[in-house]
């Protein structure tokens, strides 16, 4: 038997870095059901009557094949028609969306200049893909400006992508991003824009933070349908150029088994629900800016979003917080290396409709008493 397996796991327990996978409990400060809709009646209730109207649960096998289904289709029409771009094309996962896009879509011509910060998904595909790529610093569009020109004057030829997130997962801070839609025409570029923490928490109708963006022939964006949607999935709105070269060439979407269509019906009630249902971003809102007020009092800057980070730095002290916050009736998880830089292991606090601010109250009075210095 092979001793790396074995070595690697001891090796990461003792840097308090083993990750271990936990049953749900206490009050949700962890999730990404940020709309709380995943346990919706509404969206039950349009499950059921897809199953009653025959809807299928599996696909049957890969889109090209006999797994394009009519609730794929309808739902890519109208998730189009949402987010405001010419075309949509549906995966199992966001993961699996941003995987095919950037392992398809730059040319070996081309370069990809990306946020340091950007999903491991991205990076994935990025491995993946033929055309070089480039990190640059957080959130700094005149690093992305840079590189591109840096790159066009050692004889670069083909199209820079330019990828970041809309709002960073494990930070809660928002990009640049007319900034770098600026600097995407400048240089005849793409811009992709990964809205997988923005989509349903803002923009009007839930479009997300890049709403006004997504008419535009250089932009791609992704929409994670498995956070605010509450369902699972991901939809890529992009030019129908773009969609017809994934379709076509893409690997992670031509060999893959097609989306459950009963999920595909269960995301586009979800579509509907983000365009009727309004007052869930109205009272998210209002409880960012509760959390936000008691946490500053804390030392805890406010983003401004529904993700707040508290750095701790070691990855054994935010084990150990986490650990005491969930045994007092709260569900936060610490979060290590590699997912953050070293040094800045952090309890991540997601604020969702699945709490109230009296929950939050409880939550920054018990964290004041576990931050209180020894």
Known sequence: MPRFHHDDLARLAAADRLRSLRPRA???????????LAGSPRLGTAVAAALARGVAVGSGGSRLLRGNHPEHEALEVEAARHFGSAAALFFASGFAANQALFA????????????????ASAHDGMR??????LAVRHNDADAFDTAIRDWRARGGTG????????????????????????????????????????????????????????HRDDVVTLHTCGKA???EGGLLCLPAHLREF????????????????????????ALRMLADEPE???ALAA???????????????????????????????????????????????????????????????????????????????TLAAILEPA
């Open 128 to 133: 993946l893909g033929r055309a070089p790529r």
């Open 229 to 231: 949607l509450g369902v």
């Open 280 to 282: 869930r971003q109205t």
């Open 159 to 214: 199209t820079p992508w330019i990828a970041v997130e809309s709002l960073y997962s494990m930070d809660g801070d928002v990009a640049p991003l007319d900034d770098l839609a600026r600097i995407a025409s400048r240089h005849d570029a793409m811009l992709l824009i990964d809205e997988a923490h923005a989509s349903g928490v803002f923009g009007p109708r839930g479009r997300g933070l890049a709403h006004h963006l997504h």
């Open 287 to 365: 409880l960012v800016t509760h959390a936000g007020k008691r946490l500053v009092a804390l030392g805890v800057p406010p983003t401004g979003t529904q993700i707040v980070p508290v750095i701790l730095g070691e990855d054994g002290v935010a084990v150990a917080r986490a650990t005491a916050l969930q045994a007092a009736g709260f569900d936060v998880r610490a979060i290590r290396p590699p997912t953050v830089a070293p040094g800045t292991a952090r309890l991540r606090l997601s604020i969702t409709l699945n709490v109230d601010a009296a929950a939050i109250d409880a939550l920054a009075d």
């Open 246 to 269: 994934l379709i076509t060439r893409g690997r992670g979407f031509v060999f893959s088994t097609a989306p459950s269509p009963l999920v595909a019906a269960a995301v586009r009630e």
């Open 26 to 36: 206490g009050a949700d400060f962890a999730s990404n059901d940020y709309l709380g």
């Open 104 to 119: 398809t879509l730059p040319q070996p011509d081309d370069i990809v200049v990306h946020d340091e910060r950007i999903h």
